[in-house]
Each structure stands twice: as structure tokens, then as C-alpha cells.
């Protein structure tokens, strides 16, 4: 299996709802990233994980929050977003070793209202 | 930090011919550099990558080349095909950066018949 999955595939969310994105593969990758990718520009990193553990977080604002349950999957949890948030999120996976290759999920595409 | 230029923005080609597009980067410690082709509304997908340690790499109409000296790598995709356009992301990492990739700009490839 070289897929990453990614739910759901679009998500309409008001600014005051609670909700989650969710992200699983199953290559053995104990790296795992959410980027979030903006109409006609490169994606932008938010958070990895490394062995299951936050290793970086890219000054993201707290109303995302991300959660890495066991080594296949990751999730993000919103919260109180803004319009401004609204985007492509991608999750990719990767071995932990440096400069590895990372695989992307198929992404979700999130509307804030 | 890593710092990737991406050129050009788009790229218009006839069925047939041949599209280049060049990436520059900044960290000579870097020795990792992948290619992403987006297609519209699609996740990036790893087209080709190259390490430091060649110079070359081909996969039938694919290839990249690296000039470590020079700092830059270029994609080349010969008898280029319709289903051939899209948005193409070089990549380079971030070297101790854990495993960050830093992405160029972009370039939308068009292929026209």
C-alpha cells in the first residue's frame, strides 16, 4: 500500500463549529506532516510528527490542533476558524530519516463561512 | 534557511516539444531535491527526485538534472502530452530542519495542442 487517505474530501464549516481532519497510511512511515495549501501557491508547512511525537510546529495559530493517536494515523482539530483558513489541507507521510521522500494524501478542501 | 527560486511562473508548450523548468537554491548542504506534479484538484505527487550524489536521473520522458556547484536543478520533460499539463513544485530540504522541505513557487505547465 502506497497511499495516503485523507476525510473527508471537502469540509463547509462555520466559524464557531468544531471539527476534524483525518489522515491515515499505512507504509510504516513514522513521519508524518499537515500542510495547508492556498489556490495556485506551493504548500505550506504547519506540523510534523516524528515516532508519534509534535516535532515541529510552525508558529501555527491554536485553533489547529493536531493529534497523532498511533503511528498510522493524524489528525487535525479545528476550531473558531477564520475565512482567511479556508484552503487545501494535505497530510503527507515519509520515513523519519532526513531528506526523505514525502507522500501526500489526496488532500481536504475546507470552506470556512 | 533554504531558499528555493522557481523558474518560469507558466510555461505554454505545443504538443511535441520539449518544457525545462529550472529551480535555484541557497543551502549548499542541501542533497536531496524532488519534483511534484500537481495536476487541478489533485494531491502532489513525486514525479522524479535526484540526490547529490548523481547528476542525472531519467524515467522515460522525465529527467532532472543537479549542478551542485552552480546550485541548481531543472526538470525536462521531452514529447510533452496534454495529460502532461499542470503545476510542477521543485523541492528542496531544510537541512537541519528535521524533515522540512522547502517548495519553489510553482510553475503551470500548459501543453497545447
Known amino acids: 500500500d502506497t497511499e495516503v487517505t485523507q476525510t473527508p474530501k471537502h469540509l463547509v464549516m462555520g466559524m464557531t463549529n468544531k471539527k476534524s481532519l483525518k489522515c491515515e497510511q499505512h507504509?510504516?512511515?513514522?513521519?508524518m506532516y499537515w500542510y495547508k495549501q492556498k489556490a495556485k501557491k506551493p504548500p505550506e508547512l504547519m506540523f510534523v510528527y516524528s515516532y508519534e511525537k509534535l516535532s515541529i510546529n510552525e508558529s501555527v495559530p491554536s485553533r489547529f490542533s493536531p493529534e497523532c493517536p498511533n503511528s498510522s494515523l493524524l489528525n487535525l482539530h479545528l476550531h473558531a476558524l477564520q475565512p482567511e483558513d479556508s484552503a487545501l489541507y494535505l497530510c503527507?507521510?515519509?520515513?523519519?530519516?532526513?531528506?526523505?521522500?514525502?507522500?501526500f494524501g489526496p488532500g481536504t478542501r475546507l470552506l470556512v463561512l | 534557511g533554504e531558499n528555493v527560486e522557481q523558474h518560469p511562473s507558466t510555461l505554454s508548450v505545443q504538443e511535441g516539444d520539449s518544457a525545462v523548468i529550472k529551480c535555484t537554491y541557497s543551502?549548499?548542504?542541501?542533497?536531496?531535491f524532488p519534483w511534484y506534479k500537481q495536476e487541478l484538484g489533485k494531491r502532489p505527487q513525486l514525479i522524479i527526485d535526484?540526490?547529490?550524489?548523481?547528476g542525472e536521473k531519467k524515467d522515460q520522458r522525465i529527467a532532472v538534472t543537479l549542478n551542485k556547484t552552480a546550485k541548481h536543478f531543472s526538470l525536462h520533460i521531452t514529447e510533452t502530452q496534454p495529460e502532461d499539463s499542470a503545476v510542477y513544485f521543485c523541492?528542496?530540504?531544510?537541512?537541519?530542519?528535521?524533515?522540512?522541505?522547502?517548495f519553489g513557487t510553482g510553475t503551470q505547465l500548459k501543453v497545447e495542442l
Open positions: 535526484i540526490r547529490s550524489n548523481v
Open positions: 523541492a528542496a530540504p531544510i537541512t537541519g530542519g528535521g524533515n522540512k522541505l522547502t
Open positions: 507504509m510504516g512511515h513514522r513521519a
Open positions: 543551502d549548499s548542504a542541501s542533497n536531496y
Open positions: 503527507a507521510s515519509s520515513q523519519v530519516q532526513i531528506q526523505e521522500t514525502q507522500y
